[in-house]
């Protein structure tokens, strides 16, 4: 039995009158981009829609005159018997949109289901198609259309009414939010080669940012979340990880003072375990799809500030997604800046380099592997170089932190201080201009 599919013969009839009797061509072009020929069903509603396409492209507003030579005169009056007015377009197009939506989910829900019948895969791949399907389903929906003078007083009202704390997420570390102010809806690129300080560096500002009641996801694919709870405990207390990790017992008899740190950093743990979530190796599928539902839901049930994504070019994508690097991180890079929008959250999101001998030039956004279109959606692209992983002043290894895109203010460029012993970045190593290293002064033009 063929199944009927939703659609609106008057609704259509009105929103194609309207556009036959406007006479100012550029509210026609703006209600032209809010549909497409998709979203009408009736053969002759269709002709007319394209029949409007044609002669507005050639400069010219489709009056019946103009209208009557692609489309029979009394099909024409039978259009423009039902009309609407400018206020009531709106409401119109977003009714056709929401009948174009049922229509398309009707048919994708069919092609979902002969598939997840016809498969003879594993439960799990199963699993996948019935999340693809649900990501479509939450992102096909349109957005409500806004007028202007809408979309202006939303702008005023978020900036007048917003305090400076609802709108900036801090980092929790002053080399950071001196030189990153990071506004909700921002996607920070936080780019380095593998053993530069990716993870190190943000598990340092979460450690400052649960502290500060800032509520942060951190999404990590490669490592197990015991072991980087282990090391967020580690720069708490400044116990070396490797004393966490393997000798805890043995160090402890010891040096007793490190049950009190223990303690201590437990604490701090304990007390902020609503503030942070890490999800780890195991933990979850690392894919637009599963970061999206546990945005939705920490957001929903406890709030959230900031997501740290470590990192890009790991992520899996649906199976209609091409196979080459650039579409999957393309893709996954545009999904990320959808979730950090649609959830009012800072995101920051690593990335790698392209594997190459980068050690004796500074890297920068051309480096990133797979780049695409990772710098388009970017507001913030920021580098971290250690050119030379043996030197140590200190008790630090020097490692050079720069700004390589920034949207709203000046660029930075600055030396930190790792902690090898507790993977950590704790402070911003300032040099004389005499004694700064060679290896740590930008290259000269």
């Not at 400069?59 to 018997?81: N, R, T, W, Y």
């Not at 939506?101 to 996948?128: A, G, H, M, P």
């Not at 090391?231 to 990790?245: A, E, H, K, M």
């Not at 700004?403 to 911003?428: A, P, V, W």
């Amino acid at each position: 039995m063929t199944k009927q599919m939703p659609f609106n013969v008057d609704i259509e009839k009105s929103i194609l009158s309207q556009m036959i009797c406007e006479s100012n061509i550029n509210t026609i072009r703006g209600w032209l981009e809010n549909l497409s020929e998709l979203d009408f069903y009736s053969p002759l509603s269709r002709l007319a829609y394209n029949s409007i396409q044609d002669i507005v492209n050639l400069g010219k507003c489709p009056h019946i005159e103009a209208m009557s030579k692609f489309i029979d005169i009394e099909q024409l009056h039978e259009i423009v018997s039902s009309h609407a007015t400018h206020g009531y377009m709106i409401d119109r197009i977003e009714e056709l949109k929401e009948l174009t939506l049922r229509r398309s989910s009707i048919l994708t829900i069919d092609s979902y289901k002969d598939k997840i019948l016809s498969t003879s895969d594993s439960i799990i791949e199963v699993e996948q198609l019935i999340e693809e399907l649900d990501e479509f389903l939450n992102e096909s929906r349109p957005n409500k259309i806004l007028d202007t003078r809408t979309q202006i007083k939303d702008a005023v009202v978020h900036m007048t009414e917003l305090k400076s704390e609802e709108k900036f997420v801090p980092y929790g570390l002053d080399f950071m939010d001196k030189n990153i102010q990071h506004a909700r809806k921002q996607n920070h690129v936080l780019v380095a080669s593998s053993g530069s300080g990716k993870t190190a560096l943000a598990l340092s500002c979460i450690a400052q940012q649960m502290q500060l009641g800032v509520k942060t996801l951190y999404f990590c694919r490669e490592s197990e979340s015991k072991e980087l709870i282990m090391r967020l405990l580690s720069i708490l207390t400044g116990i070396p990880f490797y004393s966490l990790d393997a000798q805890f017992h043995e160090d402890v008899a010891a040096y007793p003072h490190m049950v009190a740190r223990f303690k201590i950093g437990m604490a701090i743990l304990q007390e902020n375990s609503k503030n942070f979530h890490i999800y780890g190796k195991g933990d979850y599928t690392h894919d637009a799809i599963n970061i999206r539902k546990i945005v939705r839901k920490h957001k929903q049930e406890n709030g959230l500030d900031m997501i740290w994504v470590d990192y890009l070019q790991n992520m899996g994508v649906p199976r209609n997604i091409g196979n080459s690097i650039f579409e999957k991180v393309s893709y996954n890079s545009d999904q990320l800046d959808l979730i950090t929008a649609e959830f009012d959250i800072a995101s920051v999101v690593m990335c790698q380099l392209n594997r190459g001998d980068l050690k004796n030039k500074r890297p920068s956004r051309d480096n990133i592997k797979g780049s695409s279109d990772v710098e388009n959606v970017a507001h913030w692209i920021s580098i971290l170089h250690c050119p030379d992983e043996k030197a140590v002043s200190d008790g630090y290894r020097p490692t050079q932190y720069y700004s390589d895109k920034t949207r709203l203010r000046g660029g930075f460029d600055i030396t930190l201080g790792f902690r090898s012993e507790c993977m950590s970045f704790e402070k911003e190593i300032v040099y004389n201009s005499s004694y700064r290293p060679d290896s740590l002064k930008p290259p000269t033009c």
